[in-house]
T-cell receptor
Framework: DAMVIQNPRYQVTQFGKPVTLSCSQT?????MYWYQQKSSQAPKLLFH???????NEADTPDNFQSRRPNTSFCFLDIRSPGLGDAAMYLC?????????????FGDGTRLSIL | AQKITQTQPGMFVQEKEAVTLDCTYD???????LFWYKQPSSGEMIFLIY??????QNATEGRYSLNFQKARKSANLVISASQLGDSAMYFC???????????FGAGTRLTVKP
């Protein structure tokens, strides 16, 4: 089945130690998104790629970066994680940016900071 | 700016009964899409149902239906014949025409009681 896959499901890192979360998709969608979701809150959009074009949300901390080497893969890099970065990170895709297209989510990576 | 409001932090429903989860939205755009997602405790976001702003009929998908009242800017989710597996967080979301962003409400935690 075509899907969005996030690895790992659970990630533990140390305060200040860089960490990379990965997302892959077999849907061949043009748009890929990264969301941060803290406990009992709505997902918050960090940034997205429309094909190769990177779009950063205005309030996304500089600590967070992303790479999309090809259509299938997208990475979230956290350069120096702080305790406040502990959260669920969700990757999503959509074919285009039209209003009638739902986003398809992966299972998420739950990040813990020691 | 888009704004999605879910006024019910938590809801309880008896198994086999119907339940309505409220969602109101605010947009100045005439063309937009409304979505409902289910998020079980395991974390994945599952797309349930979509309603377009120009759709005259209320959307239905199996036990899910969307009570769309455009003039009131509300898009309530109705779940019929609730099952124990319906216990989860439910998020209402909106996407404006040709807008990469999908904005989510704060969510409603639904608990189905046996």
């Amino acid at each position: 089945d075509a899907m969005v896959i996030q690895n790992p499901r659970y990630q533990v890192t140390q305060f200040g130690k860089p960490v990379t979360l990965s997302c892959s998709q077999t849907l061949n969608h043009n748009v890929m998104y990264w969301y941060q979701q803290k406990s009992s809150q709505a997902p918050k959009l960090l940034f997205h790629y429309y094909d190769k074009d990177f779009n950063n949300e205005a309030d996304t901390p500089d600590n967070f970066q992303s790479r999309r080497p090809n259509t299938s893969f997208c990475f979230l890099d956290i350069r120096s994680p702080g305790l406040g970065d502990a959260a669920m990170y969700l990757c999503a895709t959509s074919p285009q940016i039209f209003r009638d297209q739902p986003q398809h989510f992966g299972d998420g990576t739950r990040l813990s900071i020691l | 700016a888009q704004k999605i409001t879910q006024t019910q932090p938590g809801m309880f429903v008896q198994e086999k009964e119907a339940v309505t989860l409220d969602c109101t939205y605010d947009t100045s755009d005439q063309s937009y899409g409304l979505f409902w997602y289910k998020q079980p405790s395991s974390g994945e976001m599952i797309f349930l149902i979509y309603q377009g702003s120009y759709d005259e009929q209320n959307a239905t998908e199996g036990r899910y239906s969307l009570n769309f009242q455009k003039a009131r800017k509300s898009a309530n989710l109705v779940i019929s014949a609730s099952q124990l597996g319906d216990s989860a967080m439910y998020f209402c979301a909106m996407r404006e025409h040709n807008n990469n962003d999908m904005r989510f409400g704060a969510g409603t935690r639904l608990t189905v009681k046996p």
